[in-house]
């Protein structure tokens, strides 16, 4: 079991920027960042293929958000720019198994570790 920790969570307002780390215990192929809203559904925000060096995003955020990995420091990024209101929610970070050749799968059922979550908050 990969253990994940985040932090970098915080309140900014509309239009700020946020940068969350992830620090994993080990590496799994693919790390992903997901994001639940008060009442809504947990949903996928990005994901990085590490074999593949591919990242993956949701449309929602596509352009202002950028994941990466540091290996060397054991730690997963995202780097949160022109955050919106709706961007609010408790951010997590996943690990899934997945072969060297495989993309990260869009679905949270197959990530198998998640961290304890980082609360964001953007302010109109």
């Known amino acids: 079991q990969v253990q994940l920790v985040e932090s970098g969570g915080g309140s900014v307002q509309a239009g700020g920027s946020l940068r969350l780390s992830c620090a994993f215990s080990?590496?799994?192929?693919?790390m992903g960042w997901f994001r639940q809203a008060p009442g809504k559904e947990r949903e996928g925000v990005a994901s990085?293929?590490?074999?593949?060096?591919?990242?993956y995003y949701d449309a929602s955020v596509k352009g202002r958000f950028t994941i990466s990995q540091d290996n060397a420091k054991n730690t997963v990024y995202l780097e949160m720019n022109s955050l919106k209101p709706e961007d609010t929610a408790i951010y997590y970070c996943?690990?899934?198994?997945?072969?060297?050749?495989?993309?990260?799968?869009?679905?949270?059922?197959?990530?198998?570790?998640w961290g304890q979550g980082t609360q964001v908050t953007v302010s109109s």
């Open positions: 080990h590496r799994l192929n693919c």
């Open positions: 996943a690990a899934a198994p997945v072969s060297r050749s495989s993309a990260c799968p869009a679905s949270e059922y197959h990530y198998i570790s």
């Open positions: 990085i293929q590490d074999a593949l060096g591919r990242s």
